[in-house]
């Protein structure tokens, strides 16, 4: 019987979130553990993606500025995330891009109780630390069913991955801007890795970057200009830390922010555009 099949043993991969969700379990009850990871994947795509008009975020968008909207627990959770580490990185990472930046007599929204007010007409865009928490809501619906018995959980959407468990797994890393490049291996144990790369995986000549600043904001270092074949992979205790991390370290050019340290990440690749393959 292939191990795929066994009871014990269950990998499967759904189109989510914009690409394609593999998750696998190891253990007790695993392929009802892996059920479990994708539906907890699919109610934040159904909370948090700005493409489907009934979303929070869709929702959020759509209302007229100083009408407060209120939003479920889930995306209050990663909007709370995302305006600290707005607030912490100088306003360089934002849920809100391409919006003149915040300032403290004027923010450009605000929360109180599970409803946003919208104070400038800004349009939310959660993108990848959405998707960071959906693979973290994944983890731990996995295991609330596996409990202990569990010896392995993994949930991979697109780079954005996160394992628990007892079977550590090896992770090849590729060269932000050459996919065809493995730039090192990683044995990941119990811990979360995102990667961003500005314009993709394979960037083309003269695309628009994925990863901007936006208008008027400062920028304190090398990775202002944001060149289409920077990228960078955090490592962090959560992957919607991670990821969140990854546009930090890029929009403010350094591999070494102090952020990583507050959220006990680190950078594992950093390439700043420059001909240099990436570096630890």
Known sequence: MPWMERPDRCRRARPLLGT??????????????????????????QLMSRFDPASDI??????PVGQPEQVDIATASVLALGAELQ???????????????????????????????KHAPVRFDLGGIAKGYAVDCA?????????????LALVNAGGDMRHA???PVQ??????GEPARIARVLTLANAALASSAVGGLAPEAGAAPR????????????GRGLPPDAGATVLAPT?????ALTKVVLLCGDPEHPLLARYHACTLLYRDGTLAPARA
């Not at 869709?58 to 209302?63: C, E, G, P, Y």
């Not at 306003?91 to 403290?104: I, K, L, R, V, Y």
């Open 165 to 167: 468990g007892i079977e």
């Open 239 to 243: 992957c919607m830390h991670a990821d």
């Open 139 to 151: 983890i731990e619906a996995m295991l609330a069913i596996m409990g202990d018995a569990g010896e």
């Open 58 to 63: 869709s929702r959020l968008n759509a209302a």
């Open 20 to 45: 394609l969700v593999e998750i696998e379990a190891r253990g007790r009850a695993a392929a009802r553990a892996v059920e479990a990871g994708f539906a907890a994947v699919a109610r934040v795509q």
């Open 211 to 222: 990863i901007t600043c936006g208008p008027g904001t400062p920028g304190t270092g090398p």
């Open 171 to 176: 992770v090849a890393l590729r060269e932000p």
């Open 87 to 117: 607030s912490a990185s100088g306003g360089q990472f934002s849920c809100t891009p391409g919006a003149s930046p915040a300032t403290d007599t004027l923010p450009t929204w605000t929360m109180a109780g599970g409803f946003i007010s």
